[in-house]
């Protein structure tokens, strides 16, 4: 099982983004999944997270700027980014929690850069 995402790149402040991260391998069933950030020189902290049925939570630091959502079908979750500043320059990771057999498991994505130029 693997995930990976997508659609980071080069912005200008006040620019949207929106990334894609697609579970793929021997998967029963995806449960919650969500997006995490790190910035150069912090930890990685919470961005968004979404449940199976699509109950949505955002971090403050980016509420009213992004929107969580998925594609059960297409075992895709996806971050809709607007208005974005300088400080949301980061490499962003999609997390899932995944199904495979019996048990269920955490995986994370490789990350997508996602800069913000003033």
């Known amino acids: 099982v693997q995930l990976q995402a997508s659609g980071g790149g080069l912005v200008q402040a006040g620019g949207s983004l929106r990334l894609s991260c697609v579970a793929s391998?021997?998967?029963?069933?995806?449960?919650?999944m969500a997006w995490y950030r790190q910035a150069p020189g912090k930890e990685r902290e919470l961005v968004a997270t979404?449940?199976?049925?699509?109950?949505?939570a955002y971090a403050d630091s980016m509420k009213g700027r992004v929107t969580i959502s998925r594609d059960n079908a297409k075992n895709t979750v996806y971050l809709g980014m607007n208005r974005l500043k300088p400080e949301d320059t980061a490499v962003y990771y999609c997390?899932?929690?995944?199904?495979?057999?019996?048990?269920?498991?955490?995986?994370w994505g490789q990350g997508t850069q996602v800069t913000v130029s003033s």
């Open positions: 391998g021997s998967i029963f069933t995806v449960a919650a």
């Open positions: 979404i449940t199976t049925g699509g109950s949505t």
């Open positions: 997390n899932a929690r995944i199904g495979v057999e019996v048990k269920e498991y955490e995986f």
